[in-house]
């Protein structure tokens, strides 16, 4: 649809744009200042911006959103990143004493990339995607979704479209922002299953008994592993992908008896009659089906990522600058039938801002007249409304109301309990 | 702490509040007056407790019947008081006093806070594993460790997952025993490695998983504070009653300290060479050789080993004799020998200056104290020497290679002496050294001992009963352990005699 139109050479131009008529700074500022209840939240936060050229330049901090605003219009970043609150107004940590400059906070992030997956996916490989295997996102947003809420207890979740090929998670929760290095990076391994790099065959391995979290993450997998897999990765379809699947099981054992492949429906049996298995009864060999479900769909983490208080990670509303494509929020309750290749190029949503402006835009246009600044950012709330960004703004808006909602829910909680009235 | 400054007396009847629990986290420091002697008392008496603990950690599993037995009578012996008994106040004041006391000697350095966090953590783990189950829930409260333990129903409900979830967890263990709700951030061992139920943000954790908990909270305090006292030590160090205690504390040994002469002139210089390549431990050995090939030494090379070839018997004269025929080869003259370095090994044996008679170094003093640094061939080959470098010399000296991987699996676990125990085993082709390596001269007697198929032990043990009459002095062969230490108390300061 839209990809077709995107140049990567028009960036320079349509950046400029963008950062001045459709980002939305408010709802993004809304989101960072958390509230306000932390002083200085938004202050000593770190972005970090890569300009035209591979520029790239850290610890840029700003006091207000206009300043956010003025700075991005003026620079326009072809990146941005987002990274910790510190101890200090980032812009100014030369001029702090030397290791008193901390990173404090962040949100706790995931980074879910699908090169990762090279191993497993028959489709595509490196950067590619495609409706084929853009299925494990949707497994590796549910399976972590759900860990996150009801394993750990986090309530306000980002998910983020990467822009190419992967999908980000950003936990926002007060907790969560609190986290320390170890934490981070035992939860990064709690959600972890599939283990181990080009040396290692068989990458998942399930030994009795299996944890709650593993048989919830099965469950998903099971949903979805007649199309994704079968059908769709074609994983028995030929004699080649056979043997990869078997070469997993190989160290565990010899002979394969059958699994069913009937006719024109295809339906599977994994419960493998490997006798030698049997026999042996050796540890780990009775899950090998569950095993291999998991080691071709579970979610691959990259710990690194999750684990650093100051990790930079790819900013919401950013631009992909390969694909063009607008690193925008998913909608959980819309994800089985999100598909990457519909979101909003930049070049897209650019062009859908010149077209002839519908009658509610003329009378807004009045009201203008009267506030410069005002119609300043009535403008631009109108002008990505017209766009198809508008309903990925709205998702992030959600977002950001039910975060609100929980504020005032603490703050009124903490007042009861100070008996303040 | 404040010390030594402000001091409340206590009131009786306070008494049970101040401790009301056997255990405590060691929260807040004492705040009465006691004598130096008690003083003393009580830091020497918790540092041989601790010294059992981390001997008894590393030559016994954890847990077993032998380890539980041994160190329960440690513990009692602590505790034991030789008139008529002693009150549970009493041993509650002395195990938060003591604590106190060691903190202060523990806190200077990296080295020495690892070491005092580990014994004390072990220690407590012990101690709050032997408590009644009521007990620890008990412990909890009282330290707002706000651990709530799940309703039955809960537990019920969630039965299934609990048991798929952690580890030795049956039905009727979930039933019977308590179940704790602790925030997750509370619990990253067991969260990471998905030992543990999850739920809301919330680990369910089995009765007997508590302790984890509770050491990892233990862990940070004792690591917070310690890092505070050392911040507060000059001051503390300033008082020059404490101060040369303090620092003999902190490099003490609890054992027999070799530093009355036994076999003076048995040994003849001739026979160290191959006495280095039998008998002495690595450390000795590697100076030796180094001596040896560049006919000098450095300070703290020459104290390690010339206080050890004290130890083994060598005589003053013998001693300026191997010295000076040493740096003699090299770049000193014999009349520089004599002007500087004569002097140090007389100093070395108590005929200079304050004529304190030198003991030999530990293996704790040559494991924690004055660490090599370029051109230093002292200190312990196993915590100081660079693995690789290690792994060398020992192939060089012929040991194998299964029994070098065994010496370095010890080294990374950061057992220096049972490595060198285990050098010993596999140098004298002894599955098991019978002893708990302590000292080089320990591991030069026992060695000598063996290659002589026993014969040198009466010997050894009629000089013993001659210098018995002399307080300072406590001799008994081989075995260093704190029985023997403990009628050492005697005199409080021979036994600082360290330097």
Redesign the interface.
Known sequence: MSTSDYDPACLPDLLPLYYRRLFPFSQYYRWLSYGGVSKNYFQNREFSFTLKDDIYVRYQSFTTQNELEKEMQKMVPYKIDIGAVYSHRPSQHNAVKSGTFQALEKELVFDIDMTDYDDVRRCCSAADICSKCWTLMTIAIRILDRALREDFGFHHLLWVYSGRRGVHCWVCDDAARKLSVAARSAVAEYLSLVKGGEETVRKVVLSDPIHPFINHSLSVVERYFQQYAIVDQDILGSKESVDKVLAVLSPLCRQMKSFTREGSSVSYDLHFSCVSVKSNSKKGGQYFDKEIMLQYCYPRLDVNVSKGVNHLLKSPFSVHPKTGRISVPIDLKELDTFDPFEVPTISLICEELEKPRAEEAEEDDMKDKENEQEAGERRRIRDYKRTSLAKYVKVFDRFLEAMARSRKGEMLKKSDLQKDF | MQFPGRRKKLIGSSQNDLYDHCLQFYGQPPLENISLTEFETFAVERLKLLKTVENLGVSCVKNSEQYTKKLDAEISKFFFNKEDGISEYEKRRKDHISHFILRLAYCQTEDLRRWFIQQEMDLFRYRFNDLHSKHKTDFLHKNNLKYETVSAEEKKSLQD?L???SYGLSGTKVEEHDVYKVP??DA??L????KV??????AYIPHHEIVTIVLNDFRTRLSKALAMTARSLPAVQSDERLQPLLSHLSHAYVGQDYSIQKNIGKISLEQIDALSGKSFPLCMRHLHKALRENHHLRHGGRMQYGLFLKGIGLSLEQALQFWRSEFVKGKVDADKFDKAYAYSVRHMFGKEGKRTDYTPYSCMKVILSNPPSQGDYHGCPFRHSDPELLKQKLQNYKVSPSGTNQILELVKGMHYQLACQKYFELTHNVEDAGFSLNHPNQYFTESQKLLSGGRDIKKEVDMSQRSQENPASVTRPSQANSKQAHEEMGDLDSFFQDE
């Open positions: 997952k048991i798929a979830s997750f951030q990253l061992d969260v990471r490695t998905r139920y999850l739920l809301a943000g919330n």
